[in-house]
């Protein structure tokens, strides 16, 4: 089944205390990114891979950190984690436009995290 | 720059009655759009999309939306409305700003459906 797989779910954790969000899709898509969702302001991109060690800031970078070591895989990494990244993060994943028409994004289930 | 806008936070709609989703878009090139909806404690899904041709676009559990060129808007629609469709419904536009593959999404417009 294709599938974008998020890792934890739920997280509760303490400021400063570094965390990774692992996302992992089996459809061999060269793009993912990392959203985040919040009330009243919809989804807002956080960072983005085009291909294997590529990778770019989205809309609202400060504060988290990304890798793209594998194809498949593309973790978001919160280094000191504060009160004001409490969210629901959503990873996503899409082959590449080559013609650069957007294929349809692929969503994980969604990772709350609270950062007390 | 880009954006998109759903002007309505909520939609409310009594099942068998039609639906409609707003979305209105700004875009500098060719506007490549997308419907997602997401479900409780779910991700996003894919609803339908609109490239070229046919204005009206069919998608996913009897959803369409029309694309209307010169009034920029995208809305969704639906001719008679389930009380399963209630869920969080997401408009969005390529960014021609960003890289090929981003996406900019609307606020959202959660849409509830009363038997």
């Known amino acids: 089944e294709a599938q974008v797989t998020q890792n934890p779910r739920y997280l509760i954790t303490v400021t400063g205390k570094k965390l990774t969000v692992t996302c992992s899709q089996n459809m061999n898509h060269e793009y993912m990114s990392w959203y985040r969702q919040d009330p009243g302001l919809g989804l807002r991109q956080i960072y983005y891979s085009m291909n294997v060690e590529v990778t770019d800031k989205g809309d609202v970078p400060e504060g988290y950190k990304v890798s793209r070591k594998e194809k498949r895989n593309f973790p978001l990494i919160l280094e000191s984690p504060s009160p004001n990244q409490t969210s629901l993060y959503f990873c996503?994943?899409?082959?590449?436009?080559?013609?650069?028409?957007?294929?349809?994004?692929?969503f994980g289930d969604g990772t709350r995290l609270s950062i007390l | 720059a880009q954006s998109v806008a759903q002007p309505e936070d909520q939609v409310n709609v009594a099942e068998g009655n039609p639906l409609t989703v707003k979305c209105t878009y700004s875009v500098s090139g060719n506007p490549y759009l997308f419907w997602y909806v997401q479900y409780p404690n779910r991700g996003l899904q894919f609803l339908l999309k609109?490239?070229?041709?046919?204005?009206l676009v069919k998608g996913s559990y009897g959803f369409e939306a029309e694309f209307n060129k010169s009034q920029t808007s995208f809305h969704l629609k639906k001719p008679s409305a389930l009380v399963s469709d209630s869920a969080l419904y997401f408009c969005?536009?390529?960014?021609?700003?960003?890289?090929?593959?981003?996406?900019?999404f609307g606020k959202g417009t959660k849409l509830s459906v009363k038997p």
């Open positions: 969005a536009v390529r960014d021609y700003g960003g890289s090929q593959g981003n996406l900019i």
């Open positions: 609109y490239i070229t041709g046919d204005n």
């Open positions: 996503a994943s899409s082959s590449t436009p080559g013609t650069g028409i957007n294929q349809p994004q692929h």
